[in-house]
């Protein structure tokens, strides 16, 4: 072919316009992949997508989600948690998700009683959720448990002497009512025995019941129990114990206070004032350190419970005593303020916990006393403890098929000749070929 100055030149256009579209087709690509997000999930299994059960549940929510990470400044894990929450946006693009540097903002920390850096929230409306395990599993749970709050109410029982959980006087709840409300929980008072407990209750809340229930409101409590109802039962040692519900449960409740004279190094002469400086690693009480106040408490007894788990909470110290209401001592030792109790129920798609809190008083978290020491942290806990619907999803964990290759020894062996022996050869045979060509 004869390339005169005409065919270099048109060789020359024909070179540039190819460049020219290659760089509209780069320049084009980039673009639209600003403007539109295309993700392809390739691994076996979609492992790199939501489950059927999680993309289920988040289309389900009508209300905004949104995720509210604890997070300073580590940009390694904030695109960790950004990474995760996309499979979420993959789903529903409105999610949002917002970073806050715990040392920066303390308030928005106190806020959603942030105790360590590194907390993730997710919240469904007003209600949130705090994320106990960053895994879909985790997550999607308490996606799960934020939804379903929404509608599901905190039932403080009233008709007989109990304290208002929103009044104003010294023996009343209202300090922790309304942070109960700031967190998000909605507080119902309900008269168990003109209304029922509504079917939306979260938790039924029975504290410091003086006078005497109905027998068909006893009926309605146990069946609320039996029924797999959350209960969370504060007792005052001079009002009504309610024997046939503390049976129900196989707890003994004495008609009793607790004495404990270690709080006579802070100044506190009235032994009947009882103080906690340690705590187990219960559920609750396990990351607290400050003290809490106990005014006038009785012991729970839970050596008859046998068909639920328990864990004592609020030991006093070894030095303690149990005196009737007479005054005569009944015991002395060590003895139990309060108990969590669990078991596990199952419906027909999921598995969830009932969670049943008992303390020996009601006194602790009055607007006299809440104020004591860490009383209203121990409140906030307890509430968020028995409140918490521990529903568990079925979220399937997906594992790549491949991880694991399993060959023969005939296999290992074929495998080394060929790669240690026959392949070096044949680069070697190659190479001497060449060479002895280039001779020639």
């Known amino acids: 072919m004869k390339i005169d100055a005409r065919t270099r030149w048109f060789n020359r256009a024909q070179n540039g316009v190819t460049v020219l579209l290659l760089l509209a087709v780069v320049i084009g690509l980039a673009v639209l992949s600003v403007r539109f997000d295309v993700t392809a999930d390739w691994t076996a299994g979609a492992r790199g997508s939501l489950s059927e ?79 106990d395990r960053f895994t879909e599993a985790g997550i999607t749970n308490a996606l799960a448990r934020a939804a379903r709050a929404s509608d599901r109410f905190v039932v403080f029982a009233q008709g007989h002497g109990e304290p208002d959980p929103m009044g104003q006087a010294n023996h009343d709840l209202g300090q922790l009512g309304q942070q109960l409300q700031d967190q ?14 509504p079917d939306n209750t979260a938790v039924l809340v029975i504290a410091g019941s003086r006078g005497e229930w109905l027998p068909g409101e006893m009926d309605r409590v146990r069946r609320h129990v039996a029924d797999g109802g959350h209960l ?41 004032m009882v103080l906690i400086f340690n705590y187990g690693d219960d559920s609750v009480t396990e990351p607290m350190e400050a003290v809490t106040l106990f005014p006038h408490v009785t012991m729970v007894d839970a050596s008859g419970v046998d068909d639920w788990d328990r864990q004592p909470i609020l030991s006093t110290s070894r030095d303690a005593w149990l005196v009737d209401l007479d005054g005569q001592r009944l015991g002395s030792g060590r003895f139990d303020l309060g108990m969590l109790m669990t078991r596990n129920l199952e419906d027909e798609d999921m598995e969830r916990e009932q969670r049943v809190a008992v303390v020996g008083s009601t006194a602790f978290l009055s607007n006299a006393f809440i104020g004591n020491g860490a009383n209203l942290e121990l409140g906030q806990r307890l509430f968020n403890w028995v409140s918490a619907d521990p529903v568990t999803l079925s979220v399937p964990v997906r594992s790549a098929p491949d991880r694991q290759l399993d060959l023969s ?32």
Do not use: C, H
């Open 53 to 131: 059960s999680s993309q289920t549940l988040v289309r389900d929510i009508d209300e905004p989600i949104r995720f509210v990470a604890f997070i300073g400044d580590e940009p390694a894990l904030r695109e960790r948690v950004d990474r995760i929450v996309d499979r979420y946006r993959q789903v529903e693009s409105e999610i949002e998700l917002e970073f806050i540097d715990p040392d920066l903002e303390p308030q928005r920390s106190r806020e959603f009683g942030v105790t360590q850096a590194g907390e993730i929230f997710v919240q469904v409306g007003d209600q949130r959720e705090a994320v």
């Open 184 to 197: 998000g929980l909605q507080i119902q008072r309900v008269n168990i025995a003109r209304d029922g407990i």
């Open 232 to 272: 969370l039962w504060l007792v005052d040692p001079y009002g009504n114990l309610m024997p046939e519900l503390a049976d129900k449960l196989g707890l003994g409740l004495p008609e009793a206070t607790v004495k404990d004279e270690t709080g006579q190094a802070l100044g506190i002469d009235d032994p009947s």
């Open 409 to 440: 020894r005939n296999a290992y062996t074929a495998i080394g000749v060929l790669f240690l022996m026959i392949l070096p050869g044949l680069f070697l045979a190659a190479g001497l070929w060449v060479w002895w060509r280039r001779r020639r």
